[in-house]
């Protein structure tokens, strides 16, 4: 069965910190990798991860993909309280089991 | 751009009732998907549609029904709710998602918090 995990489950950090997000999946016929935010309503796009080693960025936020250990980590650097968001990880495989972590709670503290 | 259109934003129902939960986008995506959100449990699929007259189940099918009479339109049919569905529901569009395709980013409407008692 296809599996993604997301860790910490929740984070808390002051503005200015730098945070580490991590995602690993077990998933059959993996193709990409895909992070988005959620704030209080929809979940809204980030990054898509195909490519192992390749690291995308926008602005501070960036994210990279090591598909040989089966997982992705995006990072922040210097958080803004704006930043606080539900971090939601997904590993889309078989098209019937389209797979999302349970995401990171990240609270940024001013 | 609208996107993608759920409605309604809030819904409480008796048990054994049933609803419908409209979906609208108007990005010509082929793809959409009804998921729901439940504490600690991240997004779990319901149903699927890849495109017009095409429908799957996901991982939590039961309970739901739907239909795609047009590329546009995606409803999720409650047939006769119960506490267990108390959830927020998303829709969701694609570009483009199976196994052939690089499984595009879902674009999600605002959601639909469903309380059922």
């Known amino acids: 069965e296809d599996k993604v995990v997301q860790s910490p489950l929740s984070l808390v950090v002051h503005e200015g910190d730098t945070v580490t997000l991590n995602c690993s999946y077990e998933v059959t016929n993996f193709r990409s990798l895909l992070w988005y935010k959620q704030e209080k309503k929809a979940p809204t796009f980030l990054f898509m991860l195909?490519?192992?080693?390749i690291e995308k960025k926008s602005g501070r936020l960036s994210s990279i993909l090591d598909k040989k250990e089966l997982f992705s980590i995006l990072n922040i650097t210097a958080t803004q309280t704006g930043d606080s968001a539900v971090y939601l990880c997904?590993?889309?495989?078989?098209?019937?089991?389209?797979?999302f972590g349970s995401g990171t709670q990240l609270t940024v503290l001013p | 751009n609208a996107g993608v259109t759920q409605t309604p934003k809030f819904q409480v129902l008796k048990t054994g009732q049933s609803m419908t939960l409209q979906c609208a986008q108007d990005m010509n995506h082929e793809y959409m998907s009804w998921y729901r959100q439940d504490p600690g449990m991240g997004l779990r699929l319901i149903h699927y549609s890849v495109g017009a007259g095409i429908t799957d189940q996901g991982e939590v099918p039961n309970g739901y029904n739907v239909s795609r009479s047009t590329t546009e339109d995606f409803p999720l049919r409650l047939l006769s709710a119960a506490p267990s569905q108390t959830s927020v529901y998303f829709c969701?569009?694609?570009?483009?998602?199976?196994?052939?395709?690089?499984?595009?980013?879902?674009?999600f409407g605002n959601g639909t918090r469903l309380t059922v008692t």
């Open positions: 969701a569009s694609s570009y483009s998602r199976g196994p052939s395709s690089y499984n595009s980013p879902l674009h």
């Open positions: 997904e590993a889309p495989g078989s098209a019937r089991q389209l797979t």
């Open positions: 195909t490519s192992s080693g």
